[in-house]
């Protein structure tokens, strides 16, 4: 929901949160039909050699449908579970750089944003609900790797990942989104020399109905860039990606100026929407196929005793 929602529910009773809750749209990146839409592209994008049962037909249908999952977890229904995920779903980079070197690690770039007199739900955390995600994907791949090498019951663990691998597009959609990356996510605050909207309405019309209306798995297929396996730390390869999201941000304020999102919008709109959702599905694709060959490499356990020496002889 809004993130301006988080200020009045502790300030206004909860009869006034109801009725604001049933007033105002849901802020949800690409809302249900983007969501499902970029797991389904996906998880039938990936390699061949990617595990063959994330592939089946039931899996794939059961990772679309957990695309809008994390939304489904944000209702006044559920206060508490509401208030402490709504900041995974975006990140204001604005406030977010301002305070220096984004650390990979949630809880020390929560200690700077309160170091610095700031709120983390203010700011957003969605880079670090994303890689934790996906390290959660990658753990359950080397499970699954273990169990099938010892010849073991998979399916608990194959359950594990489908449900890791549609929980984890849900991030790396929103994060293809423009306005999840910044303090102009719903309308232009501030210093406005060019004119753009100011309305409340803008968020919802190019996420939602916009995208339902207009664009379609082939438009999306045809922006889809090559399979890249991603080298090295995730975290700074999510940022990078969230920067490029970032500079998205005034081309879309341009196009709503001129009535690009009005009705079936113009060729120029359709594209770009359909670039922003086919990069959300690319990245959750390379996330996916990294965590699956990442999960080949052993990993030392730290509470290992180690073997003791052989005798001499």
């Known amino acids: 929901m809004f993130r301006t929602q988080v200020f009045f529910r502790s300030i206004l009773p909860a009869a006034a949160l ?9 802020a949800r990146a690409w809302e249900n039909q983007g969501h499902r839409m970029v797991n389904r592209l996906a998880i039938t994008n990936l390699p061949a050699d990617a595990p063959a049962f994330l592939k089946a037909p039931a899996a794939i249908d059961e ?4 695309g809008p999952e994390p939304d489904r977890w944000r209702s006044p229904a559920e206060p508490e579970l509401n208030a402490a995920q709504a900041p995974e779903h975006f990140i204001d980079l604005e406030p977010a750089d301002a305070l220096g070197p984004l650390p990979p690690r949630r809880l020390d770039f929560e200690a700077k944003v309160f170091a610095a007199n700031q709120r983390p739900e203010k700011v957003g955390l969605l880079p670090w609900e994303a ?4 390290q959660r994907l990658k753990a ?9 090498a ?4 998979t399916k608990p663990v194959e359950q594990a990942i489908l449900f890791y691998t549609g929980w984890l597009g849900h991030y790396a959609s929103d994060a293809s989104q423009p306005h999840h990356t910044t303090v102009q996510y719903n309308g232009w605050t501030g210093d406005n020399p060019n004119g753009y909207t100011t309305s409340h309405q803008i968020h919802h019309i190019f996420e939602g109905p916009f995208v339902a209306d207009n664009i379609h798995p082939a438009d999306i ?3 889809m860039t090559p399979v890249n396996v991603i080298k090295g730390d995730m975290f700074p390869a999510f940022i990078a990606y969230l920067r490029v999201t970032f500079g998205c941000v005034e081309k879309l304020y341009q196009l709503e100026k001129g009535g690009g999102f009005e009705g079936a919008g113009n060729p120029a709109t359709r594209t770009f929407v359909a670039e922003r959702v086919a990069a959300g599905a690319s990245m959750l694709r390379d996330m996916i196929y990294t965590a699956w060959i990442d999960s080949a490499t052993p990993v ?5 005793q180690p073997k003791p020496a052989p005798a001499k002889k």
Do not use: N
């Open 18 to 26: 109801v009725a604001l809750a049933a007033l105002a749209p849901q």
């Open 63 to 66: 990772i679309e449908y957990l």
């Open 131 to 134: 890689v934790e995600v996906w």
């Open 140 to 148: 359950a791949m080397r499970e699954y790797r273990t169990l099938q």
């Open 150 to 153: 010892d010849k073991k019951d």
């Open 221 to 223: 297929q045809a922006h």
């Open 300 to 304: 030392v356990d730290p509470y290992a």
